[in-house]
């Protein structure tokens, strides 16, 4: 198959319209020194990534956001084109993950990690999307949503709160968080750190360590850490099928 009937192909099953389907003059400018063969490669990666999730090709909008990831993947670049396909994967399933914690707003968190954890534990890459997919196939079928969805944007996980002091005290530790280095092996040390943190900087704040805010406000943190590690323990279980994930506590 040559390059525009590719084009062509993808641009049907993502449901792209003439205007907005840019993807040739993409892989042109980010790929611009790659021979045709090599831009045939990285296309055949595309179809076969979006064809994993041909189920939901009735789903314009849903199709529409795999059409995200392939732009958002292609402005990255990996060091070899035979990389492309497992960055892509990569980059889905954190958009993705992101895109339902955004909808559900947080409220169904525990839901979210518990089918994360239990897929991580016994799928491998192909179950793993269908199960994604499965997700969020309401999410898009969500007239509501939808009907806003250009106006979403990609955020860090966040949790509402009326009182500054609240929202203070999380973007500390969030920034505490991402200052870690942080993988499955060091979960319980983290967790022990964290609740430090947490302590030290409540009492920066003066609040009592055992109020009733106060342990809601450990239990929403820690919720953060356990966010972070199963979406680590989520990339990692992509390079190779073999591997036996660490169980998230």
């Not at 492309?84 to 990569?90: A, P």
């Not at 994604?132 to 196939?137: F, N, T, Y």
């Not at 319980?188 to 964290?194: A, I």
Request: contains cysteine.
């Amino acid at each position: 198959m040559d390059l525009n009937s590719l084009y062509s192909e993808l641009k049907e099953l993502l449901s792209v319209s003439d205007e907005n389907f840019n993807l040739e003059r993409d892989i042109n400018h980010y790929y611009n020194t790659e021979p045709d063969e090599n831009k045939l490669e990285i296309l055949g990666d595309i179809l076969c990534f979006v064809n994993r999730f041909s189920m939901f090709n009735e789903i314009a909008p849903f199709m529409n956001s795999l059409y995200t990831c392939i732009n958002n993947t292609l402005e990255i670049k990996p060091e070899s084109i035979f990389e492309f396909e497992d960055l892509l994967v990569r980059n889905a399933i954190m958009h993705f993950v992101q895109e339902y914690i955004n909808y559900s707003k947080i409220a169904q968190k525990d839901q979210v990690l518990k089918l994360l954890s239990d897929s991580l534990e016994k799928l491998k890459i192909e179950p793993l999307i269908m199960n994604l997919g499965l997700l969020l196939k309401p999410m898009y079928q969500d007239q509501a949503y939808i009907s806003n969805l250009n106006n979403l944007k990609e955020v860090k996980v966040s949790y509402n709160s009326s009182n500054g002091v609240d929202i203070q005290i999380k973007q500390e530790i969030d920034t505490w968080i991402n200052s870690k280095d942080i993988n499955l092996e060091n979960q319980d040390e983290l967790r022990e750190q964290l609740t430090q943190e947490f302590e030290n900087i409540i009492t920066k704040y003066n609040l009592t360590l055992y109020s009733e805010k106060s342990k809601k406000l450990k239990i929403e943190v820690m919720e953060m850490l356990t966010m972070k590690l199963t979406m680590l323990s989520l990339l990692e279980q992509i390079p190779d099928d073999s591997f036996e994930p660490i169980p998230i506590k």
